[in-house]
């Protein structure tokens, strides 16, 4: 039997469509339940969209093969039914369609950022000094360099990066074919038109499976219609911002009865503001401008000030930081003052007056008798220094000159240069070992041993400074030029030695020596090419370096 779903949505053509297949289905019975569901889907679809109930299903009154009709006042569809076809076999159910193939996994997302560098591990200890080389010939030649003390540690590995973002999904697979659908019957829990949904097992189920939602057991009266005054359509919803006319309530509105705050609101002068000055003023508020001394007004303390209730006026008391008094002060008998009794001090002066008037005053005073003591005055013991007072000469001065020099010390003037002996800041003994920056000795000097200052030279443009000592070194590193610095004035003689050694990969490299200098022959020697081959050179000037004399000392020294 056929069924329909009624709607007055007011789509004619999309309910003609329906009616037509409805009456095809009822006359192939084989096709009679896809085109009932198909209809019936169509209005389902239609109703959810403009939220209108379903009113009614009706059964069919007209014969079989008349044509369908619509009350739109009730939104009543009237459609034809024809006779009962026999129970057709329950269809058996579609087989449920294959899942369709799992979407391509999506392309990683880009690698994270690196982690920071980890901090960096602490430095490793130095390792032990290496043991002092042998001496060598030329007693220049420094060990070898301790081994290199181990490595710190590995600093902690920074934190991983973020996740990179997740690839796109990948597409869905498709969905398996429907399952044919089965031959609609006629029996208990078919869906009948004669008796809308109550022909189903379960009415409820069937709003569900169709996707009818709340509307179809809705009451109309839920709605509001045009009669009502406004049309479902141009109702306001949650997020509308409507405007309106005038509104009256009869209850509150959020809570607030807005009657009485309006009119508590029109006692309220327009931009009230009680912190404005000028209506505070108005109000008859003492304002702080208004006050010539407001901080001691603010400060005011009745408990610092004498009342009328205390005996006398504020403007007649005594302030307590003192003052003077005009009148005399009377105190009874018995009574203190400062915890002395005033009274009975004029009987203690009376009696005292003689031995007062005879002792000393405490600002002072000669006196005329000896005085004998027991113990000390200001805190020293007169009869000790006495004693030790008697045992120093009279006028004795240590500061005198005559005294100073029969004590046995050596005076200024004893010295021929006084500056010279008080700028002596060293030992001076024949055990001591003083250092002088230019000692100039006129005489003859003999030493049992003297020593000289060595200084190694580096790079490829050393400076030999004569003010550093007699003897330098220089491993090459590179084709060198030589300069001679500071040599003594013209008059005094000055020498030196060099010993120059070549790099351990036999480079054989050369040098250059300063134009002043001259050679025998004015030819100057050929270094010795060989890996660490060395040879020293012998340099002499008395003319203040204008001219230096250069001799081989030897070469391919070991």
Not at 125 to 141: E, I, L, R
Not at 344 to 364: F, I
Request: glycine share 14%.
């Amino acid at each position: 039997m056929a069924s329909s779903f009624y709607s007055n949505s007011g789509t004619a053509s999309s309910t003609t469509a329906s009616v037509t297949a409805s009456k095809t289905a009822a006359e192939t019975a084989a096709t009679n339940a896809a085109a009932s569901a198909t209809a019936a889907a169509s209005s389902a679809t239609a109703a959810e969209q403009h939220k209108i109930t379903i009113t009614s299903l009706t059964a069919a009154t007209g014969a079989a093969g008349s044509n369908a009709s619509y009350n739109s006042s009730t939104g009543v569809l009237t459609v034809p039914r024809g006779d009962t076809g026999a129970t057709g076999a329950t269809g058996p159910a579609g087989a449920t369609g294959s899942t369709g193939p799992a979407g391509a996994t999506g392309a990683a997302g880009p690698q994270g950022p690196t982690g920071s560098q980890g901090a960096t591990g602490p430095q490793g200890a130095t390792g032990p000094a290496g043991p002092t080389g042998a001496t060598g010939a030329d007693s220049t030649v420094a060990g070898p360099t301790g081994p290199q003390g181990s490595t710190g540690l590995t600093g902690a590995t920074g934190a991983t990066g973020p996740q990179g973002a997740t690839g796109p999904q990948g597409p869905q697979g498709e969905t398996g074919a429907q399952g044919p659908q089965g031959a609609a019957g006629s029996g208990s829990g078919d869906l009948l038109a004669s008796n809308n949904l109550s022909d189903v097992a379960s009415a409820a189920t069937a709003r569900t499976n169709l996707g009818l939602g709340t509307a179809a057991t809705t009451a109309a009266t839920a709605y509001a219609t045009a009669a009502q005054g406004a049309l479902a359509g141009t109702a306001v919803q949650p997020n509308d911002s409507p405007s309106f006319g005038s509104i009256t309530v009869s209850g509150n509105v959020d809570g607030r009865d807005i009657a009485a705050d309006g009119t508590k609101l029109d006692g309220i002068e327009a931009a009230a503001d009680v912190t404005d000055a000028a209506n505070v003023t108005a109000s008859g508020a003492l304002m702080d401008s208004e006050v010539t001394n407001l901080a001691q007004v603010k400060a005011f303390d009745s408990s610092d000030y004498a009342t009328a209730a205390q005996g006398t006026l504020a403007t007649n008391a005594l302030p307590k930081a003192g003052g003077t008094m005009t009148g005399d002060i009377v105190f009874n008998s018995g009574q203190t003052f400062d915890g002395v009794d005033v009274s009975a001090l004029n009987t203690t002066a009376t009696s005292a007056n003689t031995t007062a008037n005879a002792a000393l005053p405490k600002s002072g005073g000669a006196m005329t008798g000896a005085i004998t003591t027991n113990s000390t005055f200001d805190g020293r013991d007169v009869a000790t220094d006495g004693t030790k007072l008697d045992g120093i000469e009279a006028g004795a001065d240590v500061t005198d000159a005559t005294n100073v020099t029969a004590a046995g010390a050596l005076m200024d003037s004893e010295l021929a240069s006084v500056a010279s002996v008080k700028a002596i800041n060293q030992g001076l003994a024949t055990t001591d070992s003083p250092t002088f920056a230019s000692p100039n000795v006129t005489g003859e000097f003999k030493a049992a041993s003297y020593n000289e200052t060595y200084a190694a030279l580096s790079g490829t443009s050393p400076a030999v400074n004569c003010h550093n000592g007699n003897s330098f070194s220089l491993v090459l590193s590179g084709n060198t030029t030589f300069t001679f610095s500071n040599p003594p004035a013209s008059g005094t003689a000055y020498s030196f030695s060099i010993e120059i050694i070549q790099d351990s990969g036999g480079s054989g490299y050369s040098v250059t020596w300063p134009s002043s200098v001259d050679f025998p022959s004015a030819t100057a020697p050929t270094l010795t090419a060989a890996a660490n081959a060395k040879d020293v050179f012998v340099f002499n000037t008395r003319d203040g370096g204008t001219n230096w004399y250069g001799f081989t000392a030897g070469q391919a020294l070991g």
